[in-house]
Structures are given as structure tokens and as C-alpha cells.
């Protein structure tokens, strides 16, 4: 008993010791062990880093393209009418469809229209018509202009089928005869075009998988002369263009125009087909401020094989503001009647087929001054082979004018421009050309072309509802072949016109154009006289 006292009391001094010697300073812990470990799991969206990105130092250079170019006889700006073509100054009030109408003195109605039809946005059709005649103070000094075309176009993946129908008719009158020895009826000197046009195409409106853009089109066009002339006329044109790399480029094309001709109800029956063939093979280089163009195009005219340079280059300097360019190209152009009879509606029918062919040599500069001003000058040495003179009939009573053909002839053209631009609101152009046409084979003279012509125009949005606007034309006198006083130069000419619109509303505006302000009736054509001061004005309605 005493034994199991002292055991007791042994164990209970050894416990107290051990409970003093423990470190009370740190907390108590428990460890677990356990086989499970979260993980956290990778995110399934992107992390950005948070450095920033290399930057692109190439410069994107856009291809340049130039316009398909066409021969433009030096004389083709003065195609004026017994009434000054009117300029459309219309507003854009972003509706589609309109009426332009007005009436003024010489009997003088107009009419213009467009409509869009349709809503679907993979189709767009539009439809333009326009009418405007004139009753002059000389016997038979008349003529209607009448308009209607169609086009439309239709989207589809990565395509765009487009195509246009049309019909226009121009009545003319050969009035330039010599009224005191000569009393001719309407019937007797009416000069009646009608065409019929009708055209369509395809093109890629996105780059295919071998990178190549195309642009085949057809077009059909019947063009006629009352009951005296007919002309049917057929183009296929298949151009193609190659992106090789981010500088260089190639180009080909292949080209056919067929027109057959027939006359009847003449002293001289005639019928002949007229064709052109040619392909076109080009390569251009460009990048930042240089384009370089070169080729050369193989031409048939008529089984004849013709080789026509296309090499041209423009070199910008100064960020932009100055383009130096130069170029050695050619040109050809079908003398059909319905071209020749764009330019000079009072000539006779063909009695013979040849084709006009260009050869230029030019170089030119275009800068820019500021902001607002531009300017540029063009000097060019052409070679014509096959020009389609205009020439006065000294025999027929009928004052019609008839074709000639000069075999070659040179032209020192000269050419500069000037423009103003003020944002919207002010527009100011002006521009003169200069022609010295020498080395004839066939004529002493360059008959009925006009050795200078000034054009300049303005337009002005004097306030937020009303726009006026002004155009000048003026050229010099022309060399003339009279039947009774042999050679002699002509008159020039200066035509000014003004004009001004005011904006109602969003669905009314109204117009005027005072027409030949000076009143000065000069003859472009010799014999025939253009009207005086005329006047002509009227509304718009858009819905």
C-alpha cells in the first residue's frame, strides 16, 4: 500500500516537470496528410501578352489604275448644239427617283426623270430618260434630243452581272443652206439618228484562287439615218488583269469590233465591213511614287497589222503635292457614222471606210498648291494616220458637211488646267488647249478644227438651299473652205451661261439656266448658227 502511495506520488512530479519545460510561445498545429492536391486548371481563352506589337513599317501601295483610254478627236469639246447642252445642277437630296421639267423661249420643252425600281439589295435597276427641243428663227434651225436607258445589276458571290439597254433619237435639220436662193421643206433637209444599244457583262468583284480580276462584256448596237443608212455594230471586249507580288502587274485583253454599213436611196449606194481586232499586253510596275506602264498592242485594221506603243510612267515627288508623267502610246478609232456624227451632226453619209489611228508622244506635270488649288500642264506631239476631216460641200444646194481623209498629219497640242475647291461649297475650273496641226499630205489646210478653245466653269452654294453656277466656252477662229469666197477664216466664238436652283424642300427645288448670255448667234459649224440668248427654267420634284 505504502509502495503504490509512493509510485503514485513519483509520477505525478515527473508530469509537472514536463508540463513547465514545454514552449507555450507557439500555437498548437495538427497535421493532415492527405492524397488529394487541387491543381488549378489552364484558362480556355487566350491570354494577351502584355508587350506591345510589332509595328508594320511596310507601306500598303494600292494599285493605280488608269482609265481605259480612247481617242477624242481635237475637236470633239466643241460639239455644240443649236442650244447650249444644259448642265444638271441639281441637288442631292438622297431620294432615287426624281422629275427634272421646265419650258423656256424658242418653244423649248424638258424633261428629265430617273427612277430606281426594286428593293432587293442584291439587284440594283435604274432607269434615266430625257427630252429637250427647240424651234430656232431660221427656216428649218430646229432639233429634238430624246433619251431612255436602262441598266441594272446584279450581285452574286463574289461576282457582279450588269447590263443596259437603250434607245435615243436625234433630230437635226440641214438648215445651213443658203436661205435667199433656196426654199427647202422640213422633210427635205431632216437629219434623223435613232440607236438602239444594249450591252452586258460580268465581273469578279472578289480575287479568285489564281488572283486574276476579268471584266468580259458584249454589246450590239444598231444606228440609222432615217431611211438612207444603216449601221450594225458588234463588240466583244475581254480584259484581264495578273497581281504578281505587291509591285507588279499584268494586263491582257483581246478586243473585236465589227460594224457593217449600208446606204440606199443615194447616187451612190455603198456597203463595206469594218472590223478591228487587237490584243493588249501589258506589264506595270508600281510602288509608293513611281508607276511605270509597258507594252505594246498588235491591231488589225481590216487584215492589216498595226503595232501600237502603250508605255507611260508617273512619278510623284514632294508627298504628293507634285506628279511629273510621259509616255509614248497609241491610239485607234472607228470613223463609223455614229461616232463622226457625235461630233458634227450635219454631215453626209460615208462613201468610204478608213480608221483614225494616234500615235503621242507627251509629257506633262500636275501639282498641288495648298489645300484648295491644283494645276497641271500636258505638251504633246501627235501623229494622225487616216484623220476624219470635216470639209463644206461647195457643190451640193444642201449644205452638208462631208468626211475627208487626211493620210497624216502632225499636232503640237498643248494642254493646262487650274482648279479651286472650297470644301463643298465653292468649285472654280478653267482650262485651255492649244493645237498646231502641220506636215498635211492631202488638205492645204486643217479644215473646221479650232487651233484654241478656253473652257471655265464655277459653281457656288451661296447658301445652304440655293447653288448658282456659271460656264464659259470660247474658241478661235478656224480655217473655212466657201464655195463662193474660196478660203477664209471664220469667227471664233464665246458662249457664257448661268444658272441658278433653289432648294423648297426635301421633295421640290426650282431651276433656271440663262443660255448664250451675250447673245452672240457664232457659227461652230460654218452656216449654221447657234440660237441667241435663251432661257429655260422650271422645278424638280424628288419622292
Do not use: C
Amino acid at each position: 500500500m505504502r509502495y503504490s502511495i509512493l509510485l503514485f506520488a513519483f509520477v505525478s512530479v515527473i508530469s509537472v516537470q514536463v508540463q513547465a519545460q514545454r514552449d507555450t510561445s507557439r500555437p498548437m498545429s495538427i497535421e493532415i496528410t492527405s492524397n488529394y492536391k487541387p491543381v488549378l486548371r489552364n484558362l480556355s481563352k487566350i491570354n494577351f501578352s502584355g508587350s506591345l506589337l510589332q509595328q508594320d513599317t511596310n507601306r500598303m501601295v494600292s494599285p493605280y489604275q488608269i482609265p481605259a483610254q480612247h481617242v477624242y478627236y481635237a475637236y470633239q469639246a466643241t460639239t455644240l448644239k443649236p442650244l447650249a447642252l444644259l448642265a444638271d445642277t441639281s441637288f442631292d437630296l438622297g431620294v432615287k427617283n426624281f422629275i427634272k421639267a421646265g419650258f423656256g423661249n424658242y418653244s423649248t420643252p424638258y424633261l428629265r426623270a430617273g427612277v430606281s425600281l426594286g428593293n432587293d439589295p442584291n439587284l440594283l435597276t435604274n432607269v434615266y430618260a430625257d427630252y429637250i427641243s427647240s424651234k430656232g428663227n431660221i427656216k428649218n434651225q430646229d432639233y429634238a434630243l430624246m433619251n431612255i436607258k436602262g441598266v441594272a445589276s446584279y450581285f452574286s458571290k463574289g461576282h457582279e452581272w450588269y447590263a443596259s439597254a437603250g434607245f435615243s433619237s436625234r433630230t437635226y435639220h440641214l438648215y445651213g443652206y443658203d436661205h435667199d436662193l433656196f426654199d427647202f421643206s422640213k422633210s427635205d433637209v431632216k437629219q434623223k439618228y435613232n440607236e438602239f444599244d444594249i450591252r452586258g457583262g460580268v465581273k469578279n468583284t472578289q480575287p479568285n484562287k489564281l488572283g486574276v480580276e476579268y471584266d468580259p462584256r458584249i454589246g450590239i448596237n444598231l444606228f440609222s439615218l432615217a431611211d438612207g443608212m444603216s449601221e450594225t455594230n458588234f463588240v466583244l471586249d475581254a480584259p484581264a488583269e495578273k497581281k504578281i507580288g505587291e509591285t507588279f502587274s499584268v494586263k491582257a485583253g483581246f478586243n473585236v469590233d465589227y460594224t457593217r454599213y449600208t446606204t440606199k436611196g443615194n447616187v451612190l449606194d455603198t456597203q463595206f465591213n469594218n472590223t478591228i481586232a487587237s490584243l493588249r499586253l501589258s506589264g506595270k510596275y508600281y510602288k509608293q511614287n513611281l508607276m511605270i506602264t509597258g507594252g505594246a498592242s498588235p491591231v488589225w485594221d481590216n487584215s492589216k497589222l498595226y503595232w501600237l506603243p502603250n508605255i507611260y510612267f508617273e512619278a510623284r515627288f514632294a508627298d504628293n503635292l507634285l506628279m511629273l508623267q510621259g509616255g509614248w502610246v497609241g491610239r485607234i478609232e472607228k470613223n463609223t457614222m455614229r461616232n463622226l456624227s457625235a461630233i458634227n451632226p450635219y454631215i453626209s453619209p460615208l462613201n468610204e471606210r478608213f480608221n483614225e489611228r494616234e500615235i503621242e508622244f507627251y509629257g506633262g506635270v500636275k501639282a498641288t498648291l495648298g489645300s484648295h488649288f491644283n494645276f497641271g500642264g500636258k505638251v504633246s506631239w501627235i501623229t494622225y494616220y487616216n484623220y476624219a476631216m470635216f470639209l463644206n460641200d461647195t457643190i451640193a444646194s444642201i449644205k452638208a458637211f462631208t468626211v475627208g481623209n487626211e493620210t497624216k498629219m502632225n499636232n503640237l497640242r498643248i494642254h493646262g488646267n487650274v482648279s479651286y475647291l472650297f470644301q463643298e461649297n465653292l468649285e472654280l475650273t478653267g482650262a485651255f488647249t492649244l493645237n498646231g496641226y502641220t506636215n498635211r499630205n492631202i488638205y492645204s489646210r486643217a479644215w473646221n478644227t479650232t487651233p484654241l478653245e478656253i473652257r471655265a466653269s464655277a459653281r457656288y452654294q451661296v447658301l445652304k438651299r440655293l447653288l448658282v453656277k456659271g460656264d464659259f466656252y470660247s474658241f478661235a477662229s478656224t480655217k473655212i473652205l466657201d464655195a463662193e469666197k474660196g478660203e477664209r477664216t471664220g469667227k471664233g466664238g464665246t458662249d457664257l451661261s448661268i444658272g441658278a436652283e433653289y432648294k423648297i424642300n426635301n421633295q421640290f427645288a426650282a431651276w433656271l439656266d440663262v443660255n448664250n448670255v451675250f447673245g452672240k448667234k457664232y457659227e461652230r459649224w460654218p452656216m449654221y448658227p447657234v440660237y441667241g440668248l435663251n432661257l429655260l427654267g422650271g422645278i424638280i420634284v424628288h419622292f
